[in-house]
């Protein structure tokens, strides 16, 4: 029965319905009564240059990105738009948390993430005859990054899986521990070179899950001009050039610039040793007998997938994004524990329950029990994160502080910045791990989308379970043997594509 029938005319009950309807459908929409896109506040860009001589001529220093974005939120408030970006969209900045909640509930099947312009012409032009069309789960966008979604995320994203190479980072770990002491000098400090050592145990790592294989990265005989530090050195330069040509230069979409150039060098370069180590994976992969495959990431993309490209590719991005920053996130917590040593203490103690002896084997269930562990590590990211933002692009129209943004609008979201404001977290600069023990006095509930180390939604970092439980091992074994400390002052960092420390890593380091 329709409405209609159900009030026939001349019903007084049925037209005071039907008035209601049309009263509510009267009212206004949420677009309707937002604020245009051109009134957004923001610089207001110049003719023919527009607001790229913001970005390419020192205007915000994007070498500390964070600053850059405070200095932007100082001058223009909580959601700033720059237009005038060609070749790039226009981007607009958001610092409401509830704006940054807006985008993720309205994602959609197909999250789209502004691609890294470098990256994309790398592999869409300069190599698209070996990367034929996959631009990677970094960069792909629409249904083909669906495809390699789906392709990874029970390979990766799933606890068990991370369990499976508990033993072997395990062993990885315990081999860096017994070096420390051997690379402290008279004053039991660590040498200048502790940030390759670093470096050099997150890239045993990585390729441990990826390949199956180890590199001999930590062996003492290692020499300065091998090829997996030829790999570290060149991911240091991609870094630094990428984030040159992603933020300061856009001369190079038209003029191969002196960074472009270097950029391809070493892409080309990591291209080549990555490529001969996957290759190599793979030939053992053939090799094996039925019931012995499937022990490496590789070799599970490829049980999933009967075309190679696609494993290799994963495994490509693997290398690359799996050194830097695993490397700098262990960094800043010891730089964090060891400006305060009541902290460092309570985790030492915490370790001491699950870790009797010095040499107890840390297994994928002890991790999970060590609460204070992993409250510190957040706690450190929260304050330093890697990655100081996230972005997405709109797919449709959204509303977001009042002004209506419009389909394909790049929209970039500060969470480095967000996470240590007052209106957040009490005490915001204060290393205080206990915020992230549930239950516990200090517990502090903040906007859920304020702090995203990893991301969110079905874009969030592919690598966190690897990344999380390499950080956890050895963290918890250097401080289970070892009393950390820094007497060399704030450390200073630098903006690359993540947030890295400049100084040399000149720990302390006493025998407990």
């Known amino acids: 029965m329709s409405l209609r029938a159900a009030f026939p005319r001349g019903r007084s009950v049925g037209r005071r319905f039907f008035a209601t309807v049309a009263a509510v459908d009267a009212r206004p929409t949420e677009w309707e009564l937002a604020r245009p896109y051109e009134e957004i506040p923001g610089p207001k860009p110049i ?22 974005f405070r200095k932007i939120n100082t001058e223009y408030g909580d959601i700033v738009k720059f237009s005038g970006m060609e070749p790039r969209r226009d981007m607009v900045v958001i610092y409401n948390a509830d704006d940054i909640e807006t985008i993720f509930r309205n994602e959609g099947i197909w999250p789209e993430r502004p691609a890294l312009q470098c990256m994309k012409y790398y592999r869409e032009t300069a190599r698209k005859d070996f990367f034929q069309g996959i631009g990677g789960v970094l960069n792909d966008q629409g249904e083909p990054w669906q495809k390699s979604r789906t392709l990874v995320n029970p390979v990766m994203m799933q606890p068990k899986t991370a369990k499976q190479y508990s033993h072997g980072i395990n062993q990885v770990a315990e081999e860096f521990i017994a070096k420390v002491p051997g690379w402290r000098d008279a004053k039991n400090e660590m040498p200048v070179e502790f940030k390759n050592e670093l470096h050099k145990w997150a890239l045993e790592s990585i390729v441990l899950i990826a390949l199956d294989t180890r590199l001999g990265c930590l062996d003492p005989n290692m020499k300065p001009d091998s090829v997996p530090q030829k790999m570290i050195t060149a991911i240091h330069q991609l870094f630094t050039d990428m984030h040159i040509l992603e933020m300061k230069s856009m001369v190079w979409h038209f003029i191969p610039t002196p960074t472009f150039k270097r950029f391809i060098k070493n892409s080309d370069l990591l291209l080549e040793i990555s490529y001969n180590y996957i290759k190599e994976g793979m030939e053992r992969y053939k090799n094996k007998k039925p019931d012995e495959k499937g022990s490496s990431v590789l070799e599970k993309f490829l049980e999933r997938d009967p075309d190679p490209k696609r494993a290799i590719v994963m495994a490509l991005d693997m290398l690359f994004a799996g050194v ?13 524990l060891s400006a305060n040593k009541d902290k460092q203490t309570l985790l030492f103690n915490e370790l001491k329950q699950f870790m009797p002896k010095v040499d107890t084997p840390l297994t994928y269930e002890s991790l999970q029990g060590m609460k204070y562990l992993k409250a510190c590590i957040k706690e450190s990211m929260r304050i330093r994160p890697i990655a100081g933002s996230n972005a997405r692009t709109t797919h449709s129209e959204l509303v977001l502080s009042g002004y209506r943004i419009p389909k394909n609008v790049d929209v970039l979201f500060p969470n480095g910045l967000l996470s240590t404001m007052e209106k957040h977290y009490l005490e915001p600069q204060k290393f205080i791990p206990e915020r992230w023990i549930r239950g516990g006095e200090q517990a502090h509930k903040a906007h859920p989308f304020v702090t995203l180390p ?12 690897f990344a999380s439980m390499e950080l956890e091992m050895l963290l918890a074994k250097m401080v289970r043997r070892f009393e950390w400390d820094y007497k060399y002052g704030p450390m200073r960092y630098q903006t690359t594509m993540i947030d890295a420390p400049i100084d040399p890593l000149r720990f302390t380091v006493l025998d407990r």
Do not use: Q
């Not at 695993?326 to 010891?334: D, I, P, Y």
């Not at 990893?454 to 379970?465: E, L, N, P, T």
């Open 454 to 465: 990893f991301g969110h939604g079905a874009r969030k970092c592919v690598g966190m379970r």
């Open 47 to 68: 003719p023919v240059v527009g607001n790229k001589h913001l970005f390419m001529f020192g205007t915000y220093d994007f070498s500390s990105l964070t600053e850059a």
């Open 324 to 336: 830097d920053t695993t490397s700098h996130a262990l960094t800043n917590v010891l730089l964090h």
